[in-house]
């Protein structure tokens, strides 16, 4: 009875995508592809981008999610203008990402505009969840 | 209870009762799971015994430009976070290091940057390398060079 506690245990424990699902998370990636218009799946390369992207609308001390998030979203962070540690984004290192849709959606609103200096589309909250699962 | 008994749980409880050391270091923490929450997404949960209610009710009702952020509630839970922070605003408690901050601020005045208040200043005459540090990133950031900042300690580190 032990082993199967041990393999158990570990398997949790282990930082693997496949064992990172939440349905708390399913349900809000469901529900922005509802909302997408001509929805054709969401892509963790299109996420990627958007995470790495050097945009130009928002407030110059955070002209990229890797600003606050550093290039590496299984790093911790920290906040740009406040300088507040910030957990990692990835899904693998810190499960409880993406579980909350309101804390979801207030931090989408509250960092598109910082960022990209414009609301993000469902689309472009999608694929960046679909990348940070994958990370 | 012996004597013994007594003296010695008065002298253990001792360090753990703030009011017994609340000197001019320290100021009553945030106790409030929502205050802690909201206000410490982005930033420390600012003691409210650092500015006057009338700075917290101004800053409640500015939060969608809030030092240049939005940072917008629901309505509910701003009626919360206000009733909290006013009710535990320095000029309320005037405990410990409120005290001074209060001394320093006249009767009509809302200010909203603690870091701005003269006790503040007095208190942070820190060589220009210091705010350079990366971990510091602005004057707000207390926790960087204060250890104990969250449970209100602000002794000198």
């Known amino acids: ?135 | 209870m012996t004597l013994r008994t007594l003296l010695l749980a008065a002298v253990l409880s001792l360090p753990f009762t703030a009011p017994a050391r609340a000197g001019d270091d320290w100021v009553p923490p945030v106790t409030d799971p929502l205050v802690k929450k909201e206000c410490g997404a982005c930033h420390m949960a600012f003691q409210p015994a650092f500015l006057p209610a009338r700075s917290w009710n101004k800053m409640m009702d500015t939060l969608a430009d809030h030092f240049g952020e939005d940072a917008s509630l629901p309505a509910d839970k701003v009626a919360a976070i206000r009733a909290y922070l006013t009710q535990n605003a320095g000029d309320v408690v005037n405990q410990g290091r409120a005290r001074k901050y209060m001394r320093h601020i006249s009767g009509g005045d809302a200010p909203q940057r603690i870091t701005e208040n003269p006790d503040f200043l007095r208190k942070h005459q820190l060589p220009e390398r210091v705010w350079k540090d990366p971990k510091v990133v602005t004057k707000s950031n207390c926790p960087a060079c204060h250890v104990g900042a969250d449970r209100g300690w602000y002794e000198d580190d």
């Open chain 1, 1 to 135: 009875m032990i082993r199967p506690v041990i393999l158990g245990v570990a398997l949790l424990l282990a930082p693997n995508p496949a064992f990172a699902g939440d349905s708390r998370r399913d349900a809000i990636i469901a529900d922005y592809a509802k909302a997408d218009t001509g929805h054709a799946g969401f892509s963790a390369q299109r996420g990627e981008t958007l995470f790495r992207t050097q945009w130009k609308g928002g407030d110059e001390r955070t002209p990229s999610c890797t600003a606050c998030h550093t290039d590496n979203p299984r790093q911790p962070g920290r906040n740009a203008k406040t300088g507040r540690p910030i957990d990692p984004v990835a899904v693998s290192v810190n499960a409880k990402r993406f579980t909350d849709a309101g804390e979801v959606e207030k931090q989408f609103t509250r960092d598109c505009k910082n960022v990209l200096g414009r609301e993000c589309t469902a689309r472009e909250k999608g694929d960046y969840i679909t990348f940070m699962m994958g990370q």
